[in-house]
């Protein structure tokens, strides 16, 4: 039988999975807040769900631990990149259209679900950077997001991402350059904004990686 969805149903239906968007984004930076403060592994999902409101039951429909949960945020914003990617303009050169697409997506205070401190952000990434459980799940679905980014980059250069190895090479160097830089950013116990080393890191990947 066919069913015919009224425009109230379209509605309801938007304001759901906003609902949903919404919550998932709220455990997330609950996670990495109640991290922060009380440690990692002083944090229960229990508490997580306390601070938004919801049960532990519904923390469990979104995440299967604390680990997923703190990394999404970081994990969201990769994925980004290749959104940010496919926005740039087409004549623009590929490797400048990446650092902006990367820059754009890590500047300290730049979340566009929520009005996050720049300390708060920064915090944040030290903590997805540094706990080995976090770096695990990183890991975990780090291939996925370089296949997105695989994929923005072929259609930008008319290379095919499922024979041609050029989308997957860029995808995974500049997966490694944002680790790289970040990490850095991390043990050098930076206070200024990841964004620019950032950028600076896709430049030299652009340059070939000359010797200093």
């Known amino acids: 039988m066919l069913v015919l969805m009224t425009t109230g149903d379209g509605a309801r239906t938007g304001l759901r999975e906003r609902k949903k968007y919404e919550t ?32 532990p039951r519904t923390f469990n429909n979104y995440f299967t631990g604390k680990a997923e949960a703190v990394a999404t945020r970081h994990l969201d914003r990769a994925r980004q990149i290749a959104v940010e990617l496919r926005a740039r303009p087409a004549s623009e050169p590929l490797w400048e259209a990446l650092e902006h697409a990367v820059a754009a997506q890590f500047t300290l205070g730049q979340d566009r679900e929520r009005n996050v401190p720049d300390e708060q952000w920064a915090t944040g990434i030290r903590l997805v950077l540094t706990e080995p ?71 030299q990947l652009a340059a070939g990686l000359p010797v200093p």
């Open 24 to 55: 998932r984004i709220a455990l997330s930076w609950a996670a990495i807040r109640l991290a922060v403060e009380r440690g990692f592994d002083n944090v229960r999902v229990e508490d997580i769900a306390a601070e938004v409101g919801v049960s």
């Open 133 to 203: 459980a976090v770096r695990g799940e990183l890991a975990r679905v780090g291939a996925a997001v370089e296949t997105e980014l695989a994929a923005a980059i072929a259609d930008r250069t008319g290379t095919d991402v499922e024979h041609d190895l050029y989308p997957r090479l860029v995808a995974a160097a500049v997966a490694a350059a944002v680790q790289v830089a970040t990490l850095h950013w991390v043990h050098t116990g930076s206070q200024g904004p990841v964004a620019p080393l950032l950028q600076d890191t896709i430049r």
